[in-house]
């Protein structure tokens, strides 16, 4: 943990020397604004380091959680600015253009740059907030009748992520009125003790066929036992390693739900789907559970029709997904795995972190899977 703490903080401070360096420098302003930049980016670095104790705070005031949450978030958008800046100016340095003329593209840049990266800001904040409704078709082989399902993934319950976001939640869900819902992983981002009363929102969620919750990795930080039984004492079924069968009797589906992949690193919760499998039979369709879409390299090798997934937040602030790439074959949406294999990566109900989504909204996903 100190080891990633360390590199964490290492990257972090480059992040805002880089930007100090090659943008703030370099701008066409006023030795006093250069200060003030200067001075935020101190501020902002150190705000970082708060962040890392203040969401282990749990009697902390919600706008002192909120200011020390935005920084992260802000200097990840600035940097990638600062790096756009960069090149623009390389670009505008070796284009043959009259001196004064350059100096106004230079200038016009500068101001930009700046006005770019606090609408930026302004938009990514407001479209944390706003969960989107993602109404997707699926066509399954062998599925005698349609059911509407309800996915919701990585709620991140603590720090910003209370009550008042999980009433607005439930109200939403329970507008599209599904058949099934179900909640793929990272539900609680805190010690359960914290997060009761927000989760006890969830006992009002309605369906036909009831709640369905796997594991994801963040459980795995905190008391996975303790989670669990929360999850059940509110009528939610927990699926580890197991499957339940949905619908009647000869047109219905199973629906299975794994570990987390987190497990294999730690020897216990691990993920076993051959034994979720034991409990089915053949020639019906089945739907699983698991939290990373990584896991589809171990689901391919077996009798699966749709992947439910969340994890990647659709990598939250935009530019991230390109890192988030390198380690998940799927950032968000549905894609068609092999043959038989369909996978669905809902793009997180809450966030992580700052309270900060960037061309990345929250999602409710109404999942509408049909015979094929």
Same mark, same amino acid.
């Given at each position: ?16 020397? $880089? ?8 701008? #066409?302003? %006023? &030795?006093? =604004? ?50 756009? !800046?960069?090149? %623009? ?5 070796? /284009? ?50 349609? !059911? ?20 607005? *939640?439930?109200?939403?869900? #329970?507008?599209?009125?599904?058949? /099934?819902?179900?909640? =793929? ?25 009831? =709640? @369905? ?6 459980? !795995? ?11 059940? %004492? ?34 216990? @919760? ?6 979720? *499998?034991?409990?089915?039979?053949? #020639? ?55 043959? &038989?294999?369909?996978? @669905? ?5 809450? $966030? ?14 109404? *999942? ?5």
């Amino acid at each position: 943990m100190l080891l990633f703490i360390s590199i964490f903080l290492i990257t972090i401070a480059i992040f805002h020397f $880089y930007i100090y360096k090659r943008f703030v420098q370099k701008v #066409n302003f %006023s &030795k006093n =604004t250069k200060r003030f930049f200067t001075i935020f980016l101190v501020l902002n670095f150190f705000g970082v380091i708060g962040y890392m104790f203040f969401r282990y705070m749990h009697n902390a005031p919600s706008w002192l959680y909120f200011i020390f949450s935005l920084p992260l978030g802000i200097i990840f958008i600035f940097f990638c600015l600062a790096l756009i !800046y960069d090149m %623009s100016n390389l670009f505008f340095d070796i /284009l043959p253009m009259h001196e004064s003329r350059r100096d106004f593209f230079k200038k016009s840049l500068d101001i930009l740059s700046v006005g770019a990266g606090l609408i930026l800001t302004s938009e990514s904040i407001y479209e944390a907030r706003h969960i989107a409704i993602e109404n997707v078709d699926i066509k399954i082989k062998n599925l005698k009748r349609p !059911y509407k399902i309800a996915q919701i993934s990585d709620i991140h319950i603590g720090g910003l992520i209370g009550i008042e976001f999980m009433k607005e *939640l439930v109200v939403k869900v #329970n507008q599209i009125e599904p058949d /099934l819902i179900v909640i =793929t992983g990272d539900l609680v981002d805190i010690d359960i003790k914290y997060a009761t009363k927000a989760l006890g929102e969830l006992q009002k969620l309605k369906s036909k066929y009831g =709640t @369905y919750f796997i594991l994801g990795n963040h459980e !795995y930080f905190f008391n996975i036992k303790g989670v669990l039984d929360a999850v059940k %004492s509110l009528g939610i079924k927990t699926l580890e390693n197991q499957s339940v069968y949905i619908g009647d009797e000869s047109n219905g589906f199973y629906l299975l739900g794994v570990n987390d992949m987190f497990g294999y690193r730690l020897g216990r @919760y691990e993920p076993d789907l051959a034994k979720a *499998l034991k409990m089915t039979k053949e #020639n019906f369709p089945k739907i699983l559970l698991a939290h990373q879409p990584l896991f589809v390299e171990e689901a391919q090798n077996f009798d699966i029709d749709l992947m439910l997934s969340g994890h990647t937040h659709g990598g939250q602030i935009y530019p991230f997904k390109l890192l988030v790439a390198m380690q998940q074959p799927y950032i968000s949406g549905l894609h068609q795995h092999n043959d &038989k294999l369909q996978v @669905y990566v809902n793009r997180g109900t809450g $966030y992580w972190g700052p309270p900060m989504r960037l061309g990345v909204s929250s999602e409710i996903t109404l *999942l509408n899977v049909i015979p094929s």
